[in-house]
Every structure is written in C-alpha cells, then in structure tokens.
C-alpha cells in the first residue's frame, strides 16, 4: 500500500519527468539560459535537488524503491547540460575566432634563404671535379710549418716564403695555414696513390686589406698522383673543368714558378667579358688569370715518401674570391664578407 507521502513524491517526480520532456534542457538557446535551467533543477533549492531532499521523508523501502528512478534522472540530466554547454561553448568559440581572424586569408610567407654566393661558386666547383673523379679533403686551418712550407718544398730561410705572409700564433710554432696546399700533404701522409682529391678551404695571409686583398680567403686545391700523369692532362683536365664552369675552354698556361711544383704556371682563361677583344676587366690583354698549377716537385713526393721515379702528379690552386667576384662581376672582395642582404639577395640560386 502506497502511504500518502510516498504518492505526493511519485506525483512530484511525475510532475518533473512531464515537464523534462516538454522543455528538454538541451534546447537553451544560450550558456545564460542553460545556467538559468541549471539551476532551477540542480541548483540548491532545484526542483530536482527537493526531489532528492524529500526522498529522505520516505521509508527505508520506498527509498530503496524510488532512489534510483531520481538519481537515474539526475544523471540523464547532468549529462544533456554538460553536453549542451559544450556545444555552446564551441560555437562560441568559432564565433569569436571569426569575428578577430579571417581564417582565409593566406598564410605569411616565409623568407626563403640562398646559400652565399661564395658557397655556391664552391660548390659548383666541387661538384664538377667529383664528377670528374676528384674526392673530398680537408685540413686543419691550424698548420704547423712542416705542412704548410717544408713538406712543400719551402724550407726554412728560404725567400719563397716572403711570398706568403704568414701569421703566426704567439706561443706556438703554429701559424695559420697560408694556402690549401698543406692539404696535399695530409692527403698523402694518409693514403697511397692513386689519389685523386680537391679541398675547398679558408685562408689566411697578413694582408691589407682593399678592394682585392683579404686577410681570409678562399682557395679550392686540386691534386692527382697517379703513374705517368704529364703536363698534357693538368692542361686537358683544367680545361675541362672551366668549360663546366665559366662555359670557356680556352685556356693558356704562362710559366711560372712554386717550389712546389715543377714545372709550374699560370692559368688564364679567354676574357669571359670580351671574348678576348680586350675590355678594362682583362685590362686589354683578352685573358683572366685565374689560378696557379703544376706538376707535383719530386721534393713534395719524397717528404711523403712516395718515390717519384714511378708516380708523379699535378696540382692546382684556385682563388675561389677571384674567380666569383670574375662570374658576378663583383669589383670589391670586401662585400663578400660584409652580410649586407641587399648585396646577397642579388645572387639567387641559379647563378652558380
Ligand atoms: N698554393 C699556391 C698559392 O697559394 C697555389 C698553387 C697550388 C700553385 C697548387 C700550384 C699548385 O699561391
């Protein structure tokens, strides 16, 4: 038999079941008016939060019979505000973001950056000798006199090294290298011939500095030591070599002296300006003097105790400054090093 409190709650919760599924909460139309139903069921004095409070008049065993369908309730109704605050906060969000960013827009560039155009002169150069056999070495920038002079055929006093003006670290007998030729003898000391390598590097003479001079510079050495390597193939290969890069064969060779090499010359390639006509960049004369090479010294080869009755070899030595102010007609060194992007920007990609 239902007591009289019992069928007031059942008629309560009726009421609140009729009414939940008239006017479903999930409906609200705004977070305020979600709030606003939020409240007038769960809040303190909530219509549901009464329901709840009232089961306590209850006996034992209708409060065991009819707690669950109010608690199922509240849950079922927890859940629909929850899920309809978020659906609101999003749209709101969205609207927000709208009305403050045009999501259409396009994005920002970004700034795309270019090797320096030393860099790319370099590695066109590189990249032409490895096709044409040449592997890849380096050495320290550090030299002691042995790599750069004596191995090299410049013993100590002697005049040829007023012609290169060394610096020299204060408490060490170190000084910093003077050209990439002392990569030579590295590459010898550490392997046999055949060898056939270039080395792209930093130099450094005590220089002053001007419009062609720099105290730090760039040479690119090339070296091959094979048996029977002659004049004729420094000359054949040399001029191969500029064909792929400066798209000019011509080349003449004027004789020269390093102490090592023997025989050694002067490079000069046909005025890529004037064709050779003569122009105030080759200063009339139709060539560009463009690097030093020769055959290796039988010295050089003995310091690294190869035996040159049966190997022999040339060498070459690029400014690699020179050769790229020549190609992008750049008249002082000095903006190389600079950074000034205006200058750079000018050189894109597709220069070198
Ligand atoms: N090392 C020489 C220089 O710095 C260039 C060179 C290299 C000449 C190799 C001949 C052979 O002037």
Not at 161 to 176: K, Q
Not at 241 to 264: A, H, K, N, V
């Amino acid at each position: 038999m239902a007591t009289p409190k019992r069928s007031s709650w059942e008629r309560a919760c009726e009421e609140l079941e009729a009414r939940l599924s008239r006017e479903d909460p999930a409906q609200a139309a705004d977070l305020a008016a979600l709030d606003r139903v939020r409240v007038g069921l769960l809040g303190r004095k909530g219509a549901l939060t009464e329901l709840l409070k009232a089961l306590k008049d209850l006996s034992l065993e209708d409060r065991r019979a009819l707690g669950p369908r109010a608690q199922g309730l509240k849950t079922l109704l927890e859940g629909k505000i929850a899920e309809r605050q978020n659906a609101l906060e999003r749209t709101a969000d969205e609207r927000k973001l709208s009305a403050e960013l045009d999501l259409t827009l396009p994005g920002l560039p970004q700034p795309r950056g270019r090797r320096h155009p030393l860099t790319q002169i370099l590695d066109e150069m590189t990249r032409i000798l490895s096709l044409m056999g040449f592997s890849w070495a380096e050495g320290p920038h550090v030299e002691d006199d042995r790599h750069n002079f004596s191995a090299l055929n410049i013993p100590e006093h002697h005049p040829a090294r007023d012609l290169h003006d060394t610096l020299y670290l204060a408490d060490a007998p170190l000084l910093l290298r003077t050209h990439t030729s002392p990569v030579q003898i590295r590459s010898m000391e550490a392997r046999r011939p055949p060898l056939r390598i270039m080395c792209p590097g930093r130099v450094f003479r005590h220089e002053a500095v001007d419009a062609t001079h720099s105290a730090v510079f760039h040479q690119l050495e090339g070296l091959y030591v094979e048996r029977g390597v002659t004049f004729a193939d420094l000359k054949a290969t040399l001029a191969a070599f500029m064909e792929q890069l400066l798209g000019s064969s011509e080349i003449r060779l004027r004789p020269s002296f390093f102490p090592f090499t023997e025989p050694s010359a002067e490079v000069d390639v046909r005025c890529l300006f004037c064709s050779g006509r003569g122009c105030p960049v080759c200063k009339q004369s139709g060539w560009l003097e463009l690097l030093g090479a020769g055959l290796v010294h039988p010295n050089v080869l003995k310091a690294v105790d190869i035996d040159p009755e049966r190997w022999s070899g040339f060498a070459f030595g690029i400014g690699v400054e020179r050769l790229a102010m020549l190609k992008l007609g750049v008249k002082d060194i000095r903006q190389f090093y600079e950074n000034d992007v205006r200058f750079l920007r000018q050189f894109d990609e597709n220069i070198a």
